[in-house]
């Protein structure tokens, strides 16, 4: 079984950073993973991912600049470092797993079959 859990979230004002963490119980090494985001009454996206092949790493480019995501294949886990946060940052952020392992390609596609994490919720505000 694949189970994620992310966690680090909270209620911050713009310009501050967060770091959010996702622990995951299976072996994450040989699949695409990233983050996506959901925000209030708008469709789930793609915020940061590292391919399978390659270890190349995509990020949305409302987050480039600002985001930085990294992994730790050892301990299962994944990071993504938030600065420079805005309002349009608030959103309930996922991790996640491909289902299938090398997967190529851009890791953001939107459809493809992941494993997902309960969420944590950030919050940027004023």
């Known amino acids: 079984d694949v189970q994620l859990q992310a966690s680090g979230g909270g209620l911050v004002q713009p310009g501050e950073s967060l770091r959010l963490s996702c622990a995951a119980s299976?072996?994450?090494?040989?699949?695409?993973i990233g983050w996506f985001r959901q925000a209030p009454g708008k469709e789930r996206e793609g915020v940061s991912c590292?391919?399978?092949?390659?270890?190349?790493?995509y990020y949305s480019d409302s987050v480039k600049g600002r985001f930085t995501m990294s992994r730790d294949n050892a301990r299962n886990a994944m990071s993504l470092q938030m600065n420079s946060l805005t309002p349009e940052d608030t959103a309930v952020y996922y991790c996640?797993?491909?289902?299938?392992?090398?997967?190529?390609?851009?890791?953001?596609?939107?459809?493809?079959?992941?494993?997902w994490g309960q969420g944590t919720e950030v919050t940027v505000s004023s």
């Open positions: 590292i391919s399978a092949r390659g270890g190349l790493i």
């Open positions: 299976g072996f994450t090494d040989g699949y695409a």
């Open positions: 996640a797993r491909d289902s299938l392992r090398y997967s190529g390609g851009n890791c953001l596609t939107r459809g493809r079959r992941r494993f």
